[in-house]
Structure formats: C-alpha cells, structure tokens
C-alpha cells in the first residue's frame, strides 16, 4: 500500500505536511471559501469547526479518482468472486444470526432477508470491509481537486448535515475513498433521503458494528423504489432452437407465459411463473446464459447501475437462499470493451455502412440497433451485444 500524503487543516490555519506549499495553500483557500457556502446550506459553524479540526488532503483519493480502472473483466470470472462458495455460506450464516433482525426488516419492509443479505455481502463482504477513510477528508479533497467537483461538495454538504444531526461523530464519519458509507455502502445524500433509525435509539448509525440501521436502510431504498416481495430479480431460462435474438433487451416486454410460447422456458423445461412483466436479456450474447427479469431488476440497479452488480447482487441472493448456480456456461475470454474500444466499435460500424449515430463510447439504442443490422448482415444471431469477438471481426 503507497504511503497516504496529507495536509492537516485547522479551522483557522494550514499545517503544511507532505504536500507542496502551493497545494496546501490552496487546499486551505478552498476550505475557506467553502465554509461560507456550507453556512448559506444551514451548516453551523460548531458543526463545521468539528468537522474540518482535523481535516486532511488525502492524494491517494486523488489519485484514485484520476485512475480508476474500466470494469473489463469476464462476467463469469466477476461472478465466482461475487457468489463465491464462501461468500455464499457467510451470507447464510448471516442470515441465521440475525434471522429476528431481518425478520422485523422484512416485516416493516416487505424486502425479504436474502436480499437484504446480499447487499451487505456484495457492498462490504458482511460488514467486514466498511472503509477506514475520513470521511469529510476525502470529500473535501475531492470537491476541491476531483474531477467532479461539484457532486463531491454535494456530498460534502450533505455529511455536514448528518453530522449536524447527530447521527454519528466526526472521527467515525468513515468510509471509501469515494465517500460510500457503512455496512452497505451509502453515499450521503442517498444516507440523508433513505436511512432510517430502526433501533429507535434517535441515531441512524450505519458505521456501527450491529448492523441494524445499516440493513433497515437497505431495505427502506428497496422499497422506496418499488421493490416487490416475492418476485425474483430475475430467473435463467433456456432459449429455442434457432431464437430470434432481436427478441432480447430492455424494450421487449412479455408475460412469461407469451415467453413460454416462443419457447424460453426455465432451466427445469417449465414455464417460468407468472411473476409480472419480463424482459429477455443475455448479458454475453448469443451462446452465453439468458435471463427473464423483472422490475426488482431495476430496483436493484437503483443501487448500482452496473450489469454485472444487479447480476451479482441477484445471484448471491438466491444461493443465500438455497437455489442452485447458474447452469449455462459463461464464454470463455469475452469481457467488456475498454472505452476506446467501444469508440472503435463504433467507428469501425459506422465506416461499414452501419452508422451507431456518433462515436462516443456508449452503447445505447443507436449503436446496438447498429450492430444488429451488422449482425443480420454477415448471419450472426442479432443480439446487439458489442463482443470483443465482434470487435476483432469488424478489425
């Protein structure tokens, strides 16, 4: 682990540590200016003396924030770590040790204790890896030289304000380097809008080690966006013989019964339950494992927008609870495309005849209609997925 570089700030006067003087003089200047800011958002100088006593400039978010990796990696390889056999087993154990709390949870909540549980495994492996940074360094650090600047100061307003209302002391205001918080990883203006005091002791206390408030705030969000008990985030199924892959993705919406008559039927050869509206997605394409899912798919990605976390976090809840692993077979060395190579994905379609409608690096309608119609073009099944195989092919 590098060695942490900071500055140390009082309220009214910067110790110069590690850091050049032209940064800590501007880190203090920046401080100064902010505290006016937060008292016009109803922050009082008491709370933001306690707050900034002891506040530091933290390089490593810095440096963090200007060098986080692209997500790459094989969903297959993702999801052994994530639902791995030992994380699953833990979050069984979880759910026996805390079986009363989570039944009181589910009972005021109606999110059932799987997946409350698998929240908890996925965001801080049960409580385990909740983040030992400064909390309101590493905001101030970020808001004063991040790439997103104003989110940070939002979120930096935002900590002032629970530490305002008690909820927690400002030396145990700790979390990631990103300012995530807690058993479960909240940021603070999701912390302000959706925790809730479930202990009833007049503090919302995510940071503690009972994780009563942590996992009750969870389930609040659950359902807040419209999280439905019983209903699965999603379920595996088995395509036809010869499927029309212009079938899969988020705009096609079907009973499971109108999917059982085209013939995507569950692993067991069943039509899958009647659970609501589902949509067909197949994260790795053609050839790799297919899924109906329904709205608790989306509540989920509430949380957390990305794929392969609404996936994971899905999964672990189910083995949590007993169901099986995923049958289908995940391709072997298919990954995400870096950005670049999304750009180039585009290009490349574009210089084809197949135009992705600018060149951005996003994949959205316009560019997997594109590789549809590519797709349909050279006979591959058109699922519109962007492939690394793809990519080479259009090479």
């Known amino acids: ?19 050049a003087s032209a940064q800590s003089s501007g880190f203090g200047n920046w401080i100064g200016g902010f505290r006016g800011r937060a008292r016009s958002a109803g922050i009082s100088d008491s709370t933001f003396q306690a707050a900034f006593a002891d506040v530091r400039y933290l390089s490593d978010s810095i440096e963090r924030d200007r060098n986080q990796a692209e997500f790459v990696r094989p969903l297959g390889d993702y999801l ?27 009972a005021t909540y109606d999110v059932e204790p799987h997946v409350v549980t698998a929240v908890w495994g996925m965001e801080s492996n049960y409580g385990q890896r909740r983040g030992d940074t400064p909390l309101i360094s590493t905001l101030a650090t970020l808001a004063y030289d991040g790439r997103r600047g104003q989110f940070f100061e939002e979120q930096l307003i935002a900590a002032l304000r629970i530490l305002q209302n008690g909820d927690v002391a400002p030396q145990n205001m700790t979390g990631s380097w990103a300012a995530a918080m807690g058993h479960t990883q909240f940021i603070p203006t999701s912390y302000e809008a959706y925790a809730v005091d479930f202990t009833g002791d007049g503090r919302r206390d995510i940071w503690a080690d009972d994780p009563s408030d942590a996992l009750a705030s ?11 008990k019983g209903q699965p985030w999603g379920v595996e199924v088995r395509l036809p013989s010869g499927f029309d892959y212009e079938q899969t993705g988020r705009a096609v919406g079907r009973t499971p019964a109108q999917w059982g008559q085209i013939g995507v039927r569950g692993i067991d050869g069943q039509v899958v339950p009647n659970y609501g509206e589902a949509t067909l997605i197949t994260p790795t394409g053609a050839g790799g494992p297919a899924f109906l899912v329904f709205r608790n798919y989306d509540v989920i990605s509430r949380y957390n927008n ?12 189910d083995r949590i609870r007993g169901l ?28 084809a005849g197949f135009s992705t409608q600018g060149i951005d690096g996003r994949i959205g309608p316009n560019t997997r209609s594109a590789i549809r119609a590519y797709q349909r073009s ?6 519109g997925h962007p492939s690394l195989s793809l990519l080479q092919r259009l090479r």
């Open 218 to 228: 969870t389930a609040a969000y659950f359902r807040r966006f419209g999280w439905r």
């Open 80 to 106: 052994s770590t994530a639902v791995s056999d030992t994380r699953v087993s833990n979050g069984r154990q979880m759910v026996r040790q805390y079986a009363n709390l989570l039944a009181r949870i589910e």
């Open 306 to 317: 990305a794929e392969a976390y609404i996936i994971g976090v899905g999964h672990l809840g």
């Open 1 to 19: 682990m590098k060695r942490r570089q900071f500055i140390t700030t009082g309220f009214s006067a910067l110790t110069i540590g590690t850091m």
């Open 324 to 351: 099986a692993p995923l049958q289908a077979t995940w391709p072997a060395g298919e990954r995400r495309l870096r950005r670049a190579e999304r750009r180039e994905l585009q290009q490349r379609l574009t210089n």
């Open 378 to 383: 050279v006979g591959l099944p058109p699922d």
